[in-house]
Protein backbone atom coordinates (compact mmCIF):
# COMPACT_ATOMS: atom_id res chain seq x y z
CA UNK A 1 0.00 0.00 0.00
CA UNK A 2 1.55 2.99 -1.32
CA UNK A 3 -0.30 5.15 0.92
CA UNK A 4 -1.73 8.72 -0.51
CA UNK A 5 0.45 9.41 -3.59
CA UNK A 6 0.39 13.42 -4.74
CA UNK A 7 1.72 14.45 -7.96
CA UNK A 8 3.91 16.72 -8.65
CA UNK A 9 5.87 17.63 -5.54
CA UNK A 10 6.77 21.00 -7.06
CA UNK A 11 5.28 22.87 -9.49
CA UNK A 12 6.19 25.97 -11.04
CA UNK A 13 3.67 27.94 -12.99
CA UNK A 14 3.77 31.32 -14.14
CA UNK A 15 0.75 33.57 -13.31
CA UNK A 16 -2.29 33.03 -15.90
CA UNK A 17 -1.35 29.14 -16.24
CA UNK A 18 -3.41 26.56 -15.41
CA UNK A 19 -2.03 24.48 -12.56
CA UNK A 20 -3.36 20.70 -12.15
CA UNK A 21 -2.48 18.50 -8.93
CA UNK A 22 -3.17 15.26 -8.52
CA UNK A 23 -4.21 12.98 -5.68
CA UNK A 24 -4.32 9.06 -5.86
CA UNK A 25 -6.27 7.66 -1.91
CA UNK A 26 -5.12 5.18 0.03
CA UNK A 27 -6.05 1.94 -1.62
CA UNK A 28 -9.56 0.96 -0.54
CA UNK A 29 -10.31 4.65 0.34
CA UNK A 30 -13.54 6.05 -1.29
CA UNK A 31 -13.07 9.82 0.31
CA UNK A 32 -10.68 12.70 -0.70
CA UNK A 33 -10.05 15.57 0.81
CA UNK A 34 -8.03 18.72 -0.58
CA UNK A 35 -6.41 20.91 2.33
CA UNK A 36 -4.08 24.19 1.25
CA UNK A 37 -1.63 25.59 3.29
CA UNK A 38 -0.52 28.94 2.61
CA UNK A 39 3.13 30.14 3.75
CA UNK A 40 3.11 31.35 7.29
CA UNK A 41 -0.84 30.07 7.75
CA UNK A 42 -2.66 26.90 9.10
CA UNK A 43 -3.97 24.23 7.06
CA UNK A 44 -7.85 25.26 5.60
CA UNK A 45 -10.51 23.12 4.28
CA UNK A 46 -11.11 23.16 0.27
CA UNK A 47 -13.41 20.85 -0.88
CA UNK A 48 -14.26 17.16 0.11
CA UNK A 49 -14.98 14.45 -2.28
CA UNK A 50 -16.17 11.05 -3.15
CA UNK A 51 -15.99 8.93 -6.27
CA UNK A 52 -18.23 11.15 -9.06
CA UNK A 53 -19.54 13.73 -6.40
CA UNK A 54 -18.11 16.46 -4.70
CA UNK A 55 -19.67 16.80 -1.20
CA UNK A 56 -18.57 19.74 0.51
CA UNK A 57 -16.88 22.55 -2.27
CA UNK A 58 -17.48 25.28 1.35
CA UNK A 59 -13.58 25.90 1.04
CA UNK A 60 -13.39 26.41 -2.41
CA UNK A 61 -12.69 29.99 -3.97
CA UNK A 62 -15.59 30.33 -6.20
CA UNK A 63 -13.41 31.61 -9.41
CA UNK A 64 -10.37 29.63 -10.71
CA UNK A 65 -10.83 26.70 -8.73
CA UNK A 66 -12.37 23.28 -9.32
CA UNK A 67 -11.42 19.71 -8.39
CA UNK A 68 -12.92 16.20 -9.02
CA UNK A 69 -12.81 12.59 -8.55
CA UNK A 70 -13.80 10.40 -11.42
CA UNK A 71 -14.69 6.93 -11.35
CA UNK A 72 -11.47 5.50 -12.40
CA UNK A 73 -7.77 7.51 -12.15
CA UNK A 74 -6.79 10.38 -9.28
CA UNK A 75 -8.54 13.17 -7.75
CA UNK A 76 -7.49 16.30 -9.43
CA UNK A 77 -7.51 19.86 -8.49
CA UNK A 78 -7.63 22.41 -10.78
CA UNK A 79 -6.10 26.17 -10.45
CA UNK A 80 -7.30 28.19 -13.65
CA UNK A 81 -5.55 31.57 -15.05
CA UNK A 82 -2.93 31.41 -11.37
CA UNK A 83 -2.17 34.14 -9.41
CA UNK A 84 0.86 34.58 -7.18
CA UNK A 85 -1.84 34.26 -4.25
CA UNK A 86 -2.20 31.02 -5.14
CA UNK A 87 1.04 29.91 -4.07
CA UNK A 88 0.81 27.10 -1.11
CA UNK A 89 1.06 23.87 -0.61
CA UNK A 90 -1.95 21.59 -1.22
CA UNK A 91 -2.68 18.68 0.39
CA UNK A 92 -4.46 15.81 -0.66
CA UNK A 93 -5.88 13.13 2.54
CA UNK A 94 -7.81 10.14 1.87
CA UNK A 95 -10.06 8.01 4.61
CA UNK A 96 -12.95 5.30 4.09
CA UNK A 97 -15.35 7.47 6.29
CA UNK A 98 -14.98 7.66 9.52
CA UNK A 99 -11.49 5.79 10.30
CA UNK A 100 -8.26 7.55 10.25
CA UNK A 101 -7.09 10.55 7.48
CA UNK A 102 -3.78 9.77 5.82
CA UNK A 103 -2.03 12.57 3.80
CA UNK A 104 -0.06 12.94 0.71
CA UNK A 105 3.35 14.71 0.90
CA UNK A 106 1.67 17.48 -0.67
CA UNK A 107 2.27 19.85 -3.72
CA UNK A 108 3.98 22.83 -3.90
CA UNK A 109 2.59 25.20 -5.89
CA UNK A 110 4.81 28.27 -6.82
CA UNK A 111 3.56 31.05 -9.13
CA UNK A 112 5.87 33.26 -10.44
CA UNK B 1 -11.55 33.52 17.91
CA UNK B 2 -10.12 30.14 16.35
CA UNK B 3 -12.11 27.33 16.66
CA UNK B 4 -8.88 25.39 17.38
CA UNK B 5 -6.09 27.05 19.28
CA UNK B 6 -2.66 25.74 20.65
CA UNK B 7 0.23 26.41 22.98
CA UNK B 8 2.58 27.45 23.30
CA UNK B 9 3.21 28.93 19.87
CA UNK B 10 6.83 27.78 19.62
CA UNK B 11 8.76 25.75 21.82
CA UNK B 12 12.51 25.34 22.42
CA UNK B 13 13.82 22.37 24.59
CA UNK B 14 16.84 20.48 25.56
CA UNK B 15 16.94 16.67 24.64
CA UNK B 16 16.16 14.21 26.91
CA UNK B 17 13.32 16.67 28.15
CA UNK B 18 9.49 16.16 28.88
CA UNK B 19 7.17 18.25 26.16
CA UNK B 20 3.78 18.85 26.33
CA UNK B 21 1.91 20.62 23.60
CA UNK B 22 -2.15 22.00 24.30
CA UNK B 23 -5.20 21.97 22.38
CA UNK B 24 -8.32 23.76 23.03
CA UNK B 25 -11.21 23.93 20.71
CA UNK B 26 -14.32 25.54 21.08
CA UNK B 27 -16.55 23.47 18.91
CA UNK B 28 -18.23 19.72 18.37
CA UNK B 29 -15.96 17.24 17.66
CA UNK B 30 -16.10 13.59 16.86
CA UNK B 31 -12.45 12.68 16.62
CA UNK B 32 -9.08 14.85 17.12
CA UNK B 33 -5.75 14.16 15.51
CA UNK B 34 -2.28 14.96 16.30
CA UNK B 35 -0.32 15.60 13.11
CA UNK B 36 3.29 16.00 12.39
CA UNK B 37 5.18 18.08 9.48
CA UNK B 38 8.72 18.62 8.89
CA UNK B 39 10.20 21.50 7.12
CA UNK B 40 8.75 21.39 3.50
CA UNK B 41 7.76 17.71 4.33
CA UNK B 42 4.08 16.35 4.53
CA UNK B 43 1.85 15.20 6.56
CA UNK B 44 1.81 12.30 9.59
CA UNK B 45 -0.66 11.70 11.47
CA UNK B 46 0.35 10.62 14.89
CA UNK B 47 -2.71 10.03 16.76
CA UNK B 48 -6.81 10.16 16.36
CA UNK B 49 -8.38 9.92 19.41
CA UNK B 50 -11.80 11.04 20.67
CA UNK B 51 -11.60 9.66 24.59
CA UNK B 52 -8.64 8.55 26.76
CA UNK B 53 -5.36 8.34 25.99
CA UNK B 54 -2.99 6.41 23.25
CA UNK B 55 0.46 5.57 23.78
CA UNK B 56 2.87 4.86 20.65
CA UNK B 57 6.31 4.88 21.74
CA UNK B 58 7.66 8.15 23.65
CA UNK B 59 4.58 9.81 22.62
CA UNK B 60 1.22 9.72 24.60
CA UNK B 61 -1.53 12.05 23.42
CA UNK B 62 -4.62 12.48 25.75
CA UNK B 63 -8.22 14.37 25.66
CA UNK B 64 -10.90 15.73 27.82
CA UNK B 65 -14.18 15.77 25.71
CA UNK B 66 -15.90 17.88 28.95
CA UNK B 67 -13.11 20.49 28.86
CA UNK B 68 -13.01 20.39 24.78
CA UNK B 69 -8.65 20.12 25.72
CA UNK B 70 -6.10 17.32 24.25
CA UNK B 71 -2.35 17.19 25.17
CA UNK B 72 0.23 15.49 23.15
CA UNK B 73 3.35 14.53 25.56
CA UNK B 74 7.08 13.75 24.02
CA UNK B 75 8.98 11.68 26.77
CA UNK B 76 13.12 12.16 26.28
CA UNK B 77 12.67 14.09 23.95
CA UNK B 78 15.34 13.97 20.86
CA UNK B 79 16.30 16.42 17.94
CA UNK B 80 14.35 14.16 15.06
CA UNK B 81 11.56 15.26 17.08
CA UNK B 82 11.97 18.61 15.53
CA UNK B 83 8.90 19.65 13.63
CA UNK B 84 5.63 21.20 13.45
CA UNK B 85 2.66 19.53 15.54
CA UNK B 86 -0.87 20.27 14.05
CA UNK B 87 -3.83 20.00 16.23
CA UNK B 88 -6.73 19.04 14.03
CA UNK B 89 -10.11 18.60 14.62
CA UNK B 90 -13.22 16.42 12.85
CA UNK B 91 -16.23 18.57 12.63
CA UNK B 92 -19.23 17.92 11.24
CA UNK B 93 -21.61 14.81 9.14
CA UNK B 94 -18.32 15.05 6.42
CA UNK B 95 -15.43 14.65 9.08
CA UNK B 96 -13.18 17.01 7.34
CA UNK B 97 -10.62 18.51 9.45
CA UNK B 98 -10.12 21.79 11.10
CA UNK B 99 -7.06 22.66 11.86
CA UNK B 100 -4.95 24.32 14.52
CA UNK B 101 -1.88 26.75 13.58
CA UNK B 102 0.47 24.56 14.64
CA UNK B 103 3.66 24.93 17.17
CA UNK B 104 6.99 24.64 15.83
CA UNK B 105 9.14 22.31 18.49
CA UNK B 106 12.86 22.43 18.12
CA UNK B 107 15.01 19.88 20.15
CA UNK B 108 18.60 21.20 20.90
CA UNK B 109 21.03 18.67 21.32
Known amino acids: NAGVMQNPRHLVRRRGQEARLRCSPMKGHSHVYWYRQLPEEGLKFMVYLQKENIIDESGMPKERFSAEFPKEGPSILRIQQVVRGDSAAYFC??????????FGQGTRLTVV | KNEVEQSPQNLTAQEGEFITINCSYS?????LHWLQQHPGGGIVSLFM???GKKKHGRLIATINIQEKHSSLHITASHPRDSAVYIC???????????FGKGITLSVRP
Open chain 1, 93 to 102: ASSQGQGTTF
Open chain 2, 27 to 31: VGISA
Open chain 2, 49 to 51: LSS
Open chain 2, 88 to 98: AVVTGANSKLT
